[in-house]
C-alpha cells in the first residue's frame, strides 16, 4: 500500500483546518497550521479561488479521509459497507470509521495520534477482549474492551498520552479506566458526538456521481 511519507501538517493546511495529525504539537506554537494557515506550495498565499461543487465534494472527502489516515483504497470500501447498511449512509460511513480499533485507542487517549495508534496496534500493544489484535481496521462492538498489554504498560508513550487526556476527554461512548489503562464500548457514536467539522453527505454525493 502507498504510504504518504511528506509533512502531514500540509494535509492540514491544505483542507484550512487543524486535524490534530501530529498529536501534541498541534496544541504547541510549534504548530504549523497556526503559523502558516495558508494552502501549502509556492502559490500558497495567493488568492483563493472559488471551487466548483465537485472540487468542494472532493475536499469534503480528502479532508475526512486524511483526518482517519486512510488510503483512497480503504476509505471507498467503508463507503461501500456504509451504503449497503440501512440507516444514513453518510451517518454510517462515519460510525464505521470511529468504530476502528486505531481510532478507539486514540479516542481513549492512549496515543496522541491516530498515526501512532496504528503503529502501536501492529506492534501489538493491544488486546482485544483478552486477544492480541495487531489490525488498525478491526471494527469493535459494543460490550468490547481494548486494555494495554502488561508487558506494555510500561512504555513512556503510553503513560505520557494517558496524563495528557484530560486535554482531549473521552467520548461519550465509551469508558476508560486510567490506572488499569483499559477501556470499554458503551455504544456506538452519534453523530451529535463527533464534534469535528465534517458534510458526509458532500462525500456520498461525490460518491454517487
Not at 480503504?74 to 470511529?98: C, M, Y
Request: glycine residues 8%; contains cysteine; aromatic residues 8%.
Amino acid at each position: 500500500m502507498a504510504r504518504y511519507t511528506d509533512s502531514v501538517c500540509r494535509h492540514c493546511r491544505r483542507e484550512n483546518l487543524k486535524l490534530f495529525l501530529k498529536g501534541d504539537r498541534c496544541y504547541s506554537d510549534k504548530c504549523a497550521f497556526d503559523r502558516r494557515g495558508y494552502p501549502p506550495g509556492q502559490h500558497g498565499e495567493r488568492r483563493g479561488r472559488k471551487l466548483s461543487d465537485y472540487g468542494i465534494q472532493l475536499r469534503e472527502k480528502q479532508k475526512v479521509k486524511r483526518m482517519y489516515g486512510l488510503s483512497e483504497k480503504q476509505f471507498h470500501l467503508f463507503f461501500e459497507r456504509a451504503d449497503s447498511q440501512k440507516g444514513i449512509t453518510g451517518t454510517n460511513l462515519l460510525v464505521l470509521l470511529e468504530r476502528r480499533l486505531d481510532n478507539v485507542v486514540y479516542r481513549l487517549g492512549f496515543t496522541n495520534s491516530r498515526a501512532q495508534a496504528r503503529q502501536f496496534v501492529r506492534h501489538r500493544h493491544f488486546l482485544v477482549n483478552g486477544k492480541r489484535v495487531n489490525i488498525p481496521s478491526f471494527l469493535v462492538k459494543i460490550g468490547d474492551t481494548i486494555e494495554v498489554r502488561e508487558k506494555s504498560k510500561k512504555v513512556q508513550a503510553l503513560q505520557d498520552s494517558l496524563e495528557a487526556v484530560v486535554r482531549r476527554g473521552i467520548p461519550q461512548w465509551l469508558d476508560l479506566d486510567k490506572d488499569a489503562m483499559k477501556g470499554s464500548i458503551k455504544g456506538f457514536p452519534l453523530r451529535e458526538d463527533l464534534t469535528m467539522p465534517m458534510q458526509e453527505q458532500l462525500i456520498v454525493e461525490l460518491y454517487s456521481k
